[in-house]
């Protein structure tokens, strides 16, 4: 989790992060994510109280979904068991408004201006009990901003207990054609890369780190699928596994570079 926390973080940062917007009730999303935590155990021994009304917005709901999990995993990491905490949905001024509150630890008037910034924690212990990389809020952050909204954590100290606030725009009474993917466009200069694989996690990690790097990435887990990749983009480069099965990497090999319209690629083993 530490490691898809960090590459998202990246990820965001970076501007590649894809929105597919759709209108979509912003209470329906928190009511899925507090459902989540209480089927896994995670608000056993809180006082948890909620409040929420049906409230459109146009957004990604995955996305949403992954700025109210951050939320509500600090406000369960940083509170005592049996403390309270809160979460309302609602339209307000305009807006859609998600605010949580919680009676946790609280925020020092110090950390509050750079709450929001990349491996901003307050004082730890050695045991680390409550864990994490200190970059959930600015994932948060991020993520909101591509909504067209904004994010707010106030509180009046440690031991305080703190309450982050979301505002998005209210969607359209009118319904709204499917937009398309919200994504930073690679320019022509980007490397395109083959990436043949039969481990998923591997590969998929594989893609995500080149990606960071602005290539734009193809995988597949096969040789025979890797050579037609090959044949039909013309790859720069080919990052080939030795060990695939049926047909393995020497193979694969010998048949990109036995097409003289592939011979310039770059082999990776």
């Given at each position: 989790?530490?490691?898809?926390?960090?590459?998202?973080?990246?990820?965001?940062?970076?501007?590649?992060?894809t929105?597919?917007?759709?209108?979509?009730?912003?209470?329906?999303?928190?009511?899925?994510?507090?459902?989540a935590?209480?089927?896994?155990?995670?608000?056993?021994?809180?006082?948890?109280?909620?409040?929420?009304?049906?409230?459109?917005?146009?957004?990604?709901?995955?996305?949403?979904?992954?700025?109210?999990?951050?939320?509500?995993?600090?406000?369960?990491k940083?509170?005592?068991?049996?403390?309270?905490?809160?979460?309302?949905?609602?339209?307000?001024?305009?807006?859609?408004?998600?605010?949580?509150?919680?009676?946790?630890?609280?925020?020092?008037?110090?950390?509050?201006?750079?709450?929001?910034?990349?491996?901003?924690?307050?004082?730890?212990?050695?045991?680390?009990?409550?864990?994490?990389?200190?970059?959930?809020?600015?994932?948060?952050?991020?993520?909101?901003?591509?909504?067209?909204?904004?994010?707010?954590?106030?509180?009046?100290?440690?031991?305080?207990?703190?309450?982050?606030?979301?505002?998005?725009?209210?969607?359209?009474?009118?319904?709204?054609?499917?937009?398309?993917?919200v994504?930073?466009?690679?320019?022509?200069?980007?490397?395109h890369?083959?990436?043949?694989?039969?481990?998923?996690?591997?590969?998929?990690?594989?893609?995500?780190?080149?990606?960071?790097?602005?290539?734009?990435?193809?995988?597949?887990?096969?040789?025979?699928?890797?050579?037609?990749?090959?044949?039909?983009?013309?790859?720069?480069?080919?990052?080939?596994?030795?060990?695939?099965a049926?047909?393995?990497?020497?193979?694969?090999?010998?048949?990109?570079?036995?097409?003289p319209?592939?011979?310039?690629?770059?082999?990776?083993?």
């Amino acid at each position: 989790k530490l490691v898809d926390d960090l590459l998202e973080v990246n990820r965001a940062l970076m501007g590649k992060l894809t929105l597919l917007k759709a209108p979509v009730d912003l209470a329906a999303i928190a009511n899925r994510c507090l459902e989540a935590l209480q089927s896994g155990g995670r608000t056993v021994g809180f006082d948890l109280r909620v409040s929420t009304s049906s409230t459109p917005v146009l957004g990604d709901p995955t996305r949403l979904l992954q700025v109210i999990d951050n939320i509500l995993d600090n406000a369960i990491k940083y509170s005592p068991s049996g403390g309270i905490i809160e979460v309302s949905v609602r339209a307000i001024d305009g807006q859609a408004e998600l605010k949580v509150r919680d009676s946790g630890v609280g925020i020092p008037a110090e950390l509050l201006p750079t709450v929001f910034d990349v491996f901003v924690q307050g004082e730890q212990t050695l045991q680390r009990a409550q864990g994490g990389l200190g970059i959930g809020l600015s994932l948060v952050r991020r993520l909101v901003a591509m909504h067209d909204g904004s994010v707010t954590i106030a509180s009046n100290g440690a031991g305080q207990g703190s309450t982050v606030t979301v505002r998005l725009p209210l969607a359209d009474s009118q319904s709204h054609e499917a937009e398309p993917p919200v994504q930073e466009a690679a320019g022509d200069t980007a490397c395109h890369v083959l990436l043949i694989e039969d481990n998923d996690d591997a590969r998929d990690m594989m893609s995500m780190l080149l990606e960071l790097r602005s290539c734009v990435v193809r995988g597949t887990d096969n040789g025979p699928a890797g050579i037609a990749l090959a044949a039909e983009h013309r790859p720069d480069v080919a990052m080939i596994d030795i060990g695939l099965a049926d047909m393995d990497g020497y193979a694969v090999a010998r048949a990109l570079k036995a097409n003289p319209a592939m011979s310039g690629m770059v082999l990776v083993a």
